[in-house]
């Protein structure tokens, strides 16, 4: 892009899903915006995980744009859970439709952004040297965009390549005839290791914690349903707006306790949800995310699967996960579990032999050496706040986000946080956003910023910042609403759990599409909870 000026109404950080989308509305609201790009194309996620087998786990017809009855009928998808390669076509056809590349500026990482007090405008700097103002800063930095790679002994004396699953190679990977290793089994990985292993010589698998997965049952999409769909798209979207998770193709709820089923209509219903494959598992029965009871019965259907796929019954026994199901992300996957089955592919219990090191010709576990020619980290992210705090984000006062948050992350419906005025985040800490079809979260978040930011332009204020009680009363509710449920029992990226060291919080807000009412009622009351100068 051709940049003839520096201040800007809003700067937008991130030209992903989230980022684009804003862009766009600012500008129907006609407002001056530049978008921030670290990458050298669009589509944040969809632009970084390129991994082989890298796909997305809402159905497409959902996980789409709304916006735009032109764009959702125009587009058509080929498959039920879209490659990431389509998604990120998509993505790229969207920003060209709307015009929205000659706003962004790629290559450009933020490296802070400051708060001026005395002009109420952010001053935002790059590695790129440059220096830009807005009165506005939208963080579309996305939930998952700040990848973690272990602290191991000796991981770079490795002489193979090293890959991680989170900023795969633009090219073709070929593994031919390698020796590969890959460590972690989180939904990455799981999709990842069916296709690495069709292509490689080896494939050893060094797993922590073995993670519960539903068959994901993907295949082309049928010609009459999404007919059906298109015919009605609004009243489709929404319907799903009003769904837990905002989902809804296949998790249609029943809205009966486990408890109340006998064993057999217990294992009718799972069976049958298993059968069609998707999240509707975890739909079976009104409770299994909040009774731990009714969770172990969902848990132990999921394992039996395992058993009778895996030939090996020992192999089989480390992949059966011992926790909650869905208290992690669940999985889905094609094949996962039957790649176990395969001669050239092994199972490694990191948690009974520790990895001890990286050495320079694979892996060294307390009771045994790997020799490999490629290591695959597939060891996930920092999530949700990871990007946000490596960015030297300092508001009111020289307030700086890391202080703000060492406790964990605070803000007032995950849009907004106290002290730093005219900062809204996009899925933010302590909204629903990866609990739920990550586009309908965002919409909803990039039309609710674009409206307030409406307001504080029309009634001439100069900065709109939360409220410090109304954050905190947020930030209590949301905890209230996660100890409510099983979510808190196991160590996963929702608590910050993956990352030593990391505040232990659950940072989703547990409650779509609620919160959605309390978003809208915030902005019917004036902003209630927020300050205007
Ligand atoms: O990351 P993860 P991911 N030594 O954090 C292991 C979304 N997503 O990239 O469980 C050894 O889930 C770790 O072990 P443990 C989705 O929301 C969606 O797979 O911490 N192992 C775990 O097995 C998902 O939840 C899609 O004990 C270590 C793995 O690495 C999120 O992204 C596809 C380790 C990390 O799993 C993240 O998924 C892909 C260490 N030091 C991703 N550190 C779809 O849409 C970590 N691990 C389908």
Not at 253 to 263: F, H, I, K, V
Not at 290 to 306: L, P, Q, T
Not at 329 to 335: G, S, V
Request: with cysteine; charged share 20%.
């Amino acid at each position: 892009m051709n940049l003839t000026r520096s201040q800007f109404d809003a700067i937008v950080v991130g030209a992903g899903i989230a980022g684009l989308y804003m862009l766009h509305r600012l500008r129907e609201a006609g407002l001056s915006s530049l978008v921030l790009e670290r990458g050298h194309g669009v589509g944040g996620t969809w632009y970084w995980n390129r991994y082989p087998g890298a796909r997305c786990d809402v159905e497409s017809l959902e996980y789409s744009y709304s916006f735009c009855e032109e764009l959702q009928q125009e587009w058509n998808w080929s498959e039920r859970y879209s490659g990431q390669p389509e998604i990120l076509d998509y993505i790229n056809h969207v920003a060209q439709s709307f015009d929205l590349l000659k706003d962004v500026k790629f290559g450009t990482s933020v490296l802070q952004a400051t708060f001026d007090d005395t002009t109420s405008q952010w001053i935002v700097e790059t590695d790129q040297g440059d220096r830009f103002t807005a009165l506005f800063l939208i963080m579309a930095t996305g939930c998952l965009s700040s990848t973690n790679t272990p602290e191991i002994e000796g991981r770079d004396s490795f002489k193979g390549n090293t890959y991680h699953t989170g900023n795969w190679p633009h090219h073709e990977v070929d593994f031919g005839g390698q020796r590969v290793g890959i460590v972690g089994t989180g939904s990455s990985a799981i999709q990842a290791i069916p296709h690495i292993a069709s292509g490689c010589e080896s494939l050893t698998v060094f797993q922590r914690t073995p993670n519960f997965s539903v068959p994901a049952r993907n295949g082309s999409i049928s010609k009459s349903y999404e007919s059906r769909v298109k015919a009605n798209y609004s009243e489709f979207r929404a319907r799903n707006r009003l769904m837990p998770a905002a989902l809804g193709s296949t998790f249609i709820g029943n809205n009966q306790s486990a408890l109340d089923a006998s064993a057999e209509e217990q294992q009718l219903e799972f069976a049958k949800r298993w059968k069609i494959g998707g999240f509707g598992f975890l739909g079976a029965f009104n409770d299994l995310t909040i009774n731990k009871e009714s969770n172990d019965v969902a848990a132990e259907f999921a394992r039996e699967r395992i058993r009778e796929t895996v030939e090996d019954p020992a192999t089989a026994e480390v992949l059966c996960p011992d926790s909650v199901i869905g208290c992690k992300r669940l999985c889905l996957d094609t094949n996962y579990f039957e790649t176990y089955n395969l001669p050239h592919v092994d199972l490694i219990d990191i948690r009974r032999n520790p990895v001890e090191r990286v050495t320079r010709t694979g892996i060294q576990c307390q009771d045994s050496k790997y020799e490999l020619d490629s290591i695959i980290f597939a060891t996930g992210f920092d999530a949700m706040t990871g990007t946000l705090l490596r960015i030297n984000i300092t508001g009111s006062s020289g307030l700086t986000l890391q202080e703000a948050w060492k406790a964990g992350p605070q803000t007032f419906l995950g849009l907004a946080v106290n002290g730093f005025p005219n900062m809204f985040l996009i899925s933010g800490p302590g909204s629903p956003s990866v609990l739920t079809n990550m586009i309908v979260s965002i919409e909803q978040h990039v039309e609710w910023i674009e409206k307030c930011i409406g307001y504080v332009l029309e009634n001439q204020h100069s900065a709109i910042q939360a409220d410090e009680e109304a954050q905190d009363d947020w930030v209590q509710h949301v905890n209230l609403l996660a100890s409510r449920t099983l979510y808190p029992s196991c160590n996963s990226w929702y608590l910050g759990a993956n990352i030593p060291g990391k505040p232990r919080v659950f940072m989703p807000h547990v409650g779509f599409p609620n919160y959605v009412a309390k978003c809208e009622e915030v902005r019917s009351l004036d902003y209630e909870g927020f300050t205007f100068s």
